[in-house]
C-alpha cells in the first residue's frame, strides 16, 4: 500500500473555509440589507437568514471542537475514505463513505484506559520522575 500523502487533504481545508468566508459575506448582506433598506421592503425572514450565515463558521468550529474533543476521549475516529473505488481496497463503502476506525496503536496505561500517547510530544518526563524519587 503506497504512503499517504500529507498534503492529501490541504484542498478540502481551503473548500471548507471559502464556503464559510462566503456565508459570512452573504450573511452579512442580509444584515446590511436588513439595516439599510425601509422596514416594508425587507422579508421577515431576512435577519434570520442573515444571523444564521453569519453564525455558521462558529457551529462549524463547535462541532469540531466537540469531535476533537469525543474522539480522543473514545478512542474512536470517523475518516472519509475517498480513495475506495479508485484503489479497489475498499469494504463495500464507496467513494466518500464515512468509516468509523479504531485506533490501533492504543496501549492500556498505568490506570487500565487504553489511549494513544502522543509521539510528537515535546514534553520531558524526567523532572517528574525526579521529583518522585
Keep these: 500500500m503506497p504512503a499517504d500523502d ?4 490541504r484542498p478540502f481545508i481551503w473548500i471548507t473555509a471559502c464556503i464559510l468566508f462566503i456565508c459570512v459575506l452573504i450573511g452579512g448582506g442580509c444584515l446590511v440589507e436588513y439595516v439599510v433598506l425601509p ?3 425587507v ?3 431576512i435577519p434570520l437568514l442573515g444571523i444564521t ?3 455558521l463558521p462558529w457551529a462549524f468550529w463547535l462541532f469540531t471542537f ?3 474533543i469525543l474522539s480522543r476521549c473514545c478512542g474512536c475516529r470517523i475518516s472519509f475514505d475517498v480513495n475506495v473505488g479508485r484503489q479497489g481496497l ?3 463503502g464507496g467513494v466518500g463513505s464515512a468509516i468509523a476506525r479504531q485506533d490501533t496503536n ?3 496505561n498505568d490506570n487500565g484506559l487504553a489511549r494513544a500517547f502522543s509521539v510528537a510530544s515535546h514534553e ?3 523532572p517528574l520522575a525526579k521529583s518522585m524519587a
Design 43 to 45: 422579508q421577515p425572514w
Design 66 to 68: 466537540l469531535y476533537q
Design 90 to 92: 475498499g469494504g463495500g
Design 124 to 126: 520531558s518526563q524526567m
Design 6 to 9: 500529507p498534503n492529501f487533504g
Design 53 to 55: 450565515l453569519i453564525c
Design 106 to 108: 492504543l496501549k492500556p
Design 39 to 41: 422596514e416594508s421592503e
